[in-house]
Nanobody, 123 residues
């Protein structure tokens, strides 16, 4: 069974960078597209980025395009979200999720979710 654990969140100043990690403690992530979502207080969960199971395709929300990158290391069974040029509006709990579609972007297309990691960007 896939069990996802996020790490790497924290407090950073605007313009700074963070790298989030998502590891599977149950079984391999091979075969799953992996996505990142975020949820700010009082707002709905928002798609951030997704990477295909092969790592060959990625897709980003317009709000993070050019600032965030997503990658996966199959040997380490880990997916990463590199966040650069962070803005206060990036503040949210970030979740990783495993999906079965090619490049899923909506929550209903993801079968397994992590518990989330807090990212806070100060101005």
């Amino acid at each position: 069974q896939v069990q996802l654990v996020e790490s790497g969140g924290g407090l950073v100043q605007a313009g700074g960078s963070l790298r989030l990690s998502c590891a599977d403690s149950g079984r391999t992530l091979r075969g799953f597209a992996m996505g990142w979502f975020r949820q700010a207080p009082g707002k709905e969960r928002e798609f951030v980025a997704v990477i295909s199971w092969s790592g060959g395709s990625t897709y980003f929300a317009d709000s993070v395009k050019g600032r965030f990158t997503i990658s996966r290391d199959s040997a380490k069974n880990t997916v990463y979200l590199q966040m650069n040029s962070l803005k206060p509006q990036d503040t949210a709990v970030y979740y990783c999720a495993a999906g079965v579609s090619t490049l899923p972007t909506v929550p209903s297309q993801f079968a397994v979710w992590g518990q989330g990691t807090q990212v806070t960007v100060s101005s």
